[in-house]
């Protein structure tokens, strides 16, 4: 069905599933993409709660077992950032929006790996606090930010996973072409410049790029991705994103040259990609701009027009500048 470009969505309650397919709806299920109509539906928010609900309202919405699930899904994925290194101290902040114009969030100085339902805050989208028994974060005024900006974003999470950061410090932006999981789920990780945590900035400059990505490394920083399904499918992306710069990371030590696989390879992956309904700039593309990893060592470009593909690997200053002295000297040493 994928390959024929249909949407895996319209497969009928009794179609009998292979084991392989069993296992592709199940990863696109864990995943948080598609849900198979045999399985729990998500539960609605109620919508017509916002910022101008009386403090009586807001309270008792803060109360209902919807949000009660949420802020336990709030904390279950805070713990899961601590547990696999993404938080250190009480960094690390995780937002759901639940209405129009209001958001909840986690609270300031509290381990992500140790919050309690109850530790769970409420917010308008400019970041003033309507209800929870801890202060809020003060880094939540990017994540709100990135919901004004996106307004698909239903759920943010922010962490300094140490790969991922390590990519953001050196100003290296994750190379593509070269693990599927990380082309379907997200897509190309840019990087936004340093500004101080939790300053209007800093957010302005996240928000800048989630428009067109649903993840965002921050200089200096950490990372941030936002996600239209669930927090758990947020904090999927951290953990794609976080797993593949580890395994690049490793894959660079090991003295060959790094495989990439071809733009055409590509290709087929943002077709499943667009069939399960994930936005891409890359789509439509061509061909041959699909693989660009300029900043990636060796670096492959597409610069030339007519289908033609140059893969110029990028030179290192130092060699060159050396080639060119040695060459310097050569035609010297003949008289020219
Ligand atoms: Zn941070």
């Known amino acids: 069905m994928v390959r024929g470009g249909q949407d895996v969505r319209s497969l009928?309650?009794?179609?009998?599933?292979?084991?392989?397919?069993?296992?592709?709806?199940?990863?696109?299920?864990?995943n948080g993409v598609y849900k198979h109509q045999n399985s729990?539906?998500?539960?609605?928010?109620p919508a017509k709660i916002s910022s101008k609900s009386s403090k009586a309202d807001l309270d008792a919405f803060f109360r209902t077992p919807e949000i009660q699930q949420l802020k336990a899904e709030i904390c279950e994925v805070g713990r899961r950032l601590w547990q696999r290194a993404y938080v250190d101290g009480n960094?690390?902040?995780?937002?759901?929006?639940?209405?129009?114009?209001?958001?909840?969030?986690?609270?300031?100085?509290?381990?992500?790996?140790?919050?309690?339902?109850?530790?769970?805050?409420?917010?308008?989208?400019?970041?003033?606090q309507f209800c929870g028994n801890k202060k809020r974060t003060s880094e939540i005024l990017m994540h709100l930010q990135i919901m004004k900006r996106q307004p698909r974003a239903v759920a943010t999470v922010h962490c300094h996973p140490p790969h991922a950061?390590?990519?953001?410090?050196?100003?290296?932006?994750?190379?593509?072409c070269m693990i599927p999981e990380i082309?379907?789920?997200?897509?190309r990780v840019p990087i936004a410049p340093y500004r101080?945590?939790?300053?209007?900035?800093?957010?302005?400059?996240?928000?800048?790029?989630?428009?067109?990505?649903?993840?965002?490394?921050?200089?200096?920083?950490?990372?941030?991705?936002?996600?239209?399904?669930?927090?758990?499918?947020?904090?999927?992306?951290?953990?794609?994103?976080?797993?593949?710069?580890?395994?690049?990371w490793v894959a660079s030590q090991l003295g060959q040259p790094l495989k990439t696989f071809t733009p055409?390879?590509?290709?087929d992956l943002l077709n499943i990609k667009q069939t399960l309904g994930i936005p891409d700039p890359r789509i439509g593309l061509k061909e041959c701009e699909l693989c660009d990893n300029n900043e990636w060592r060796p670096g492959v470009s597409c610069a030339t027009p007519n289908g033609q593909i140059s893969r110029s690997p990028s030179t290192d200053p130092q060699a060159e500048d050396m080639v060119q002295r040695i060459t310097d000297m050569i035609m010297e040493r003949m008289g020219k």
């Open 91 to 128: 960094g690390g902040n995780i937002a759901v929006r639940v209405g129009e114009d209001i958001a909840l969030c986690t609270p300031t100085l509290v381990s992500k790996g140790f919050m309690k339902p109850d530790d769970i805050c409420l917010v308008d989208l400019e970041g003033n």
């Open 40 to 45: 729990e539906a998500p539960k609605p928010i």
């Open 264 to 267: 055409h390879q590509l290709q």
């Open 196 to 248: 101080t945590p939790g300053t209007p900035e800093m957010g302005k400059l996240v928000a800048d790029l989630v428009e067109q990505h649903n993840t965002v490394l921050m200089g200096n920083h950490g990372a941030v991705s936002w996600s239209h399904v669930s927090v758990e499918d947020a904090y999927f992306k951290m953990e794609i994103l976080e797993a593949y710069c580890r395994t690049v």
């Open 165 to 176: 950061t390590a990519f953001a410090v050196a100003g290296v932006e994750p190379p593509s």
């Open 183 to 187: 082309e379907v789920f997200i897509g």
């Open 12 to 30: 009928p309650n009794d179609a009998l599933l292979t084991p392989s397919a069993r296992d592709f709806l199940r990863d696109i299920e864990g």
